[in-house]
């Protein structure tokens, strides 16, 4: 079945617990959690304290995504902050397959993370050690951009390349997803989609993500 996973990066945080119950009663299957350090990307967000808080107000899965340098340094932080997912990107770490190893070995699910412009083959080799490949679709950093057309291909591609492989890996898709685009990025591939501005800006956080539902081919 395939699954949402709105991005709280939109949401209101003064009423934080409000929007996560909305996006549960919504149908959301998992919360996405963007940790920007404003190197790696040109944004400041969250650190393990909120995922702590968030943890602590949701039951559903965290999908923590790491947008940062060195994601080595605070695996274990994050993971005991809450994580139940924990992405990294694979052009942030040196050592990649070492890095979703110790994720795993410290309790999390481990995923890898590209950019638009990083090809597949970045990670054909380190799939069976990840549980989750996502693909970003717009560049990272701010909520609200656009998705990037090209990347239709390359969701299709990535589809092709994890069927191919024995080790079950979900695709995940972020960046640019709305009620207009979602069916045709499920159809591509998409496991599960990622949606931020879409859900928590929208007039009825609720009511929108049952409308995806609908449409997750």
Known sequence: MKKLSPSILSADFSRLR???QAAEEGGADYIHVDVMDGHFVPNITIGPLMVETVRKIT???LDVHLMITDPDRYVTDFIRAGSTLLTVHAEACLHLQRTLCFIREEGAKPGVVLN???PLSAVEYVLGDADLLLLMTVNPGFGGQQFIPSML???GQARALIDGKKHPVELEVDGGITLDNIEEISRAGADVIVSGSAVF???DCRKTLRSMKQKLI
């Open 59 to 61: 039951a559903l899965p």
């Open 116 to 118: 638009p412009a990083t």
């Open 201 to 203: 800006k929208s007039a």
């Open 153 to 155: 291909g390359k969701i």
């Open 18 to 20: 409000d929007e996560l």
